[in-house]
């Protein structure tokens, strides 16, 4: 059985640095892995998605690596802001026809 | 549309009343996830769409939970004798299915307190 585990659960770093958030998953069979950010109060806003076939995937300051043989990926955010606060949940497909699942998610504070 | 559009954003209704929650996902999405998040929690999986297929219900917490998807389409979440614990924000997503795609995209959510 697939189990998603993020560590730290929480974390408060000052504005300007970089940093990152860690997902780990005990069956390296994926299909993908996709990190969102949720913000209080709001619905869950797609990061990045990388399929099994990938390494890495960047989007502005985000950069989210796969190593599937280790069971681990990593959202790295560089120059980190406070907008940038919220939680963040990193989330594992095991196929293309089904659900997700889900790590508990990082909630991240970014201090000005 | 644009996005995955949920309604009502925020519902508060009496203990024992049934309610209605509706997503219309991503025009071409054939996948369509119901999820429920309580206060200070993670995603809780109720439900399942794909295409025609039959839905995988094994999220349900009880025989109050129902939810059908017209036409491939608009979905409806109904809860019937509503309960305290119930309270929770229900956040529907969906996406396409296929080789290089799997991206899931996900509404604001509606927000539902049982008194």
């Known amino acids: 059985k697939q189990e998603v585990t993020q560590i730290p659960a929480a974390l408060s770093v000052p504005e300007g640095e970089n940093l990152v958030l860690n997902c780990s998953f005990t069956?390296?069979?994926?299909?993908?892995l996709q990190w969102f950010r949720q913000d209080p109060g709001k619905g869950l806003t797609s990061l990045l998605l990388?399929?099994?076939s990938q390494r890495e995937q960047t989007s502005g300051r985000l950069n989210a690596s796969l190593d599937k043989s280790s069971g681990r990926s990593t959202l790295y955010i560089a120059a980190s802001q406070p907008g940038d606060s919220a939680t963040y949940l990193c989330?594992?497909?095991?196929?293309?026809?089904?659900?997700?699942?889900w790590g508990a998610g990082t909630k991240l504070i970014i201090k000005p | 549309g644009a996005g995955v559009s949920q309604s009502p954003s925020n519902k508060v209704t009496e203990k024992g009343k049934d309610v209605e929650l509706r997503c219309d996902p991503i025009?071409?999405?054939?996948?369509l996830y119901w999820y429920r998040q309580s206060l200070g929690q993670g995603l809780e999986f109720l439900i399942y769409?794909?295409?025609?297929?039959?839905?995988?219900k094994s999220g349900l917490p009880s025989d109050r939970f129902s939810a059908e998807r017209t036409g491939g389409s608009v979905s409806t979440l109904t809860i019937q004798r509503t309960q305290q614990e119930d309270s929770a924000v229900y956040l529907c997503?969906?996406?396409?299915?296929?080789?290089?795609?799997?991206?899931?995209?996900f509404g604001e959510g509606s927000r539902l307190t049982v008194l």
């Open positions: 989330a594992v497909g095991m196929d293309s026809n089904y659900q997700l699942i």
């Open positions: 069956d390296s069979a994926i299909y993908n």
């Open positions: 997503a969906s996406r396409r299915q296929g080789e290089g795609t799997g991206e899931l995209f």
């Open positions: 990388i399929q099994s």
């Open positions: 025009s071409g999405h054939t996948a």
């Open positions: 769409f794909q295409g025609n297929s039959a839905p995988d």
